[in-house]
């Protein structure tokens, strides 16, 4: 008999371990933020409070002692219904000798997830002890203090690789894996729970609260997402589609879609006759959603399409790898093939070469280059182009009046807040924001425009961090580039006096937002654009602030009777 491989490789105790970083997080409710990208082996520990964390499509609900693991590449989210819980983020690299005396090179940061697993129970309050004095040390500008934070993280690593437990919430996701994977298969709850090894209730009891159905909801969702994507893609019989997903009787199955969505699975199927592909990017999705068209293949990632991706990756049977890689296009072209679509929706990007081969599988058609206003033209094109005019003008006029309701909101008593739009990539800030974007914030929004503010045609135009405090700036909006070496910079920004002395960041009028929606050039992209600053500006507008404060001492200086 052949032995199993190690889990390691030999000579994994010549591996080095150097902590990239640690922080101390706490967690605010969801504000429709993507999920941000591990660039280097992450750990994770709750420190307070109650939180989940997904990683990639994996929900836990967090519990403390124990360390979640992070892959590198992967990406993740925390999320909390109330409170702010408290996450320490310990993130590592790797490195072997280079051959040479003294010398190392990195290495694969991969290998260390056999020895991690995906998470780890540690004793009572080893896990946040250790956590905590990690921080705690590697803050500090004694050297010393620094090095035992290197330790402390070794430490911290070879305590969880020895762990023997797993944690409550590996046997929910087990459980809920065999959901995913065996829909089709009679779970009954007991059962999960004892492969879980928790009781029935407590079973069920944690299952809903950590991933918001309980087992038999959650069942039905699954089966019900499977008999979509058949329905859409296998041109097979009700009657089988049913059976395949754990249904013996094709009524009950028809009865349950509809119960569930308010319309029965033939309905579903006439809805969907249309097959589009969306091509490259987040954008061209963001054209379809107005004509109420999901198409049949699309880019899905968990961080770049997160928004479309949680709300419609169910309905869209074919996903395709993110973006334009040139590595990666005979593989997308193959499935845009598959698919048989009559259109081909791609961005502005795409390149003619790859253009004309997309154009060889079926018709396809290219957003216009980005300038304002152009999401316009775009969306009157695309539907010229699919028989749907109509259906555009509706959408835009509805969406020009709800941007004018936006608008007066924001303006409050007076006029909007002004508002400076940064983002921080590598060591330096820049302008944020594509002239389409700007164009529609700054004029078709109202919000006021700093006299400062970069050129729209200039996105590496530089801001001084003293513009935060200039006179007619009453918020800055902020986007941090997810790599390391920027990431690196935002740590020594915050904890430098620098930062801590600018007014803006005293009162909290500095925002940070997210990649999705604002890379995103699209109506759909606009549309959440729109909402997001309406949201957070309307009620905390300081010229509104200042009108109640004056109409407030006008009132106790000349009470009424």
Known sequence: ???????????????????????????????????????????????????????????????????????????????????????????????????????????????????????????????????????????????????????????????????????????????????????EQPLSTEKLARAAGLSSRHFAELFKQSYGKSPLEYITNVRLEKAKKLMLSSGRRLKDIAHEIGYEDEFYFSRVFKKEYGFSPSHYISRRKRIIAAYGSADTLGYLLPFDLLPHIAPMHPKWTGYYLTRYGADIPYHLEYGLAEHNRELRLSQLAETKPELIVCPPSINGEEFEQVSAVASAFTLPPESPGSWRTGLRQLAMRMGMEKEAEAWMTRFDRETGTARRKLAGFGKAPSILFVRMAGCALYGLGSPGILDFVYHELGIARPDGAPPDAHPNYPVRLQAFDADDVDYVCLLIRQDSATLEYWRKLTRSSRWHSLSAVKEGRVHFLSSSPWREYSPIGLERIREELAAEFAENNPCQIRALSMEKDWNRTYPSY
């Not at 105790?13 to 990208?37: C, D, F, I, N, Y």
């Not at 109650?50 to 693991?69: A, K, N, P, Q, W």
């Not at 989210?77 to 072997?96: C, D, H, N, W």
């Open 1 to 183: 008999m052949t032995p199993m491989p190690p889990l390691l490789p030999p000579d994994a105790g010549r591996w080095t371990l150097h902590l990239h970083s640690a922080e101390l997080q706490r967690v605010k409710p969801s504000t429709g933020m993507t999920q941000l990208m591990s660039l280097h082996t992450t750990l994770i520990v709750l420190l307070e409070g109650h939180c989940l964390l997904t990683r990639g499509t994996t929900i836990s609900r967090m519990t403390e002692d124990t360390v979640y693991v992070c892959a590198p590449g992967s990406t993740y989210e925390f999320k909390t219904r109330g409170g702010s819980p408290l996450v320490a983020l310990i993130r590592l690299s790797q490195y072997e000798p280079n051959g040479y005396e003294g010398s190392l090179k990195a290495s694969d940061s991969s290998l260390l997830l056999p020895l991690l697993g995906e998470s780890a129970v540690l004793p009572p309050g080893a896990a946040g002890d250790r956590c905590r004095s990690i921080c705690a040390h590697y803050q500090s500008p004694d050297p010393i203090l620094a090095l035992r934070a290197q330790a402390d993280a070794l430490e911290l690593v070879l305590e969880a690789a020895s762990s023997p437990c797993k944690s409550e919430s590996d046997g929910l996701e087990q459980a809920r894996r065999q959901l995913e994977e065996y829909p």
